[in-house]
C-alpha cells in the first residue's frame, strides 16, 4: 500500500499501536517521522494528532486524557 507522506492519520495509528504494545521508543519513532515530514511539506500538525501525541506521551492509562479534557 502506498499512502504518501501526508497520510497524517496513519502516523497517529502508528502512535497508538507503538503506545497500546508499551514501546514509548515507537512512539517517539513515530512523532519524529511525522515531524520530519511536517518540516519538509512547511505544514502544521492536525489538532487531533496533538491530541494523540499528548495522550500517548503522558503516563495516563490509555483514553483517560480524552476523558478528562471532555469532564472540563
Known amino acids: 500500500m502506498n499512502t504518501g507522506d501526508t497520510a497524517e492519520l496513519l502516523y497517529r495509528d ?3 499501536i507503538e503506545r497500546d504494545n508499551g ?9 519524529a ?6 518540516r519538509r511539506l512547511d ?4 489538532p487531533e494528532t496533538e491530541e494523540v501525541i ?3 506521551l503522558s503516563n495516563s492509562p490509555p483514553g483517560e486524557v480524552f476523558a478528562e479534557s471532555a469532564n472540563s
Do not use: K, T
Open 43 to 46: 505544514v502544521g500538525m492536525e
Open 23 to 31: 514501546n514509548r521508543a515507537g512512539v517517539h519513532r513515530a512523532i
Open 54 to 56: 499528548m495522550e500517548c
Open 14 to 16: 502508528w502512535m497508538l
Open 33 to 38: 517521522a511525522l515531524q520530519d515530514i511536517n
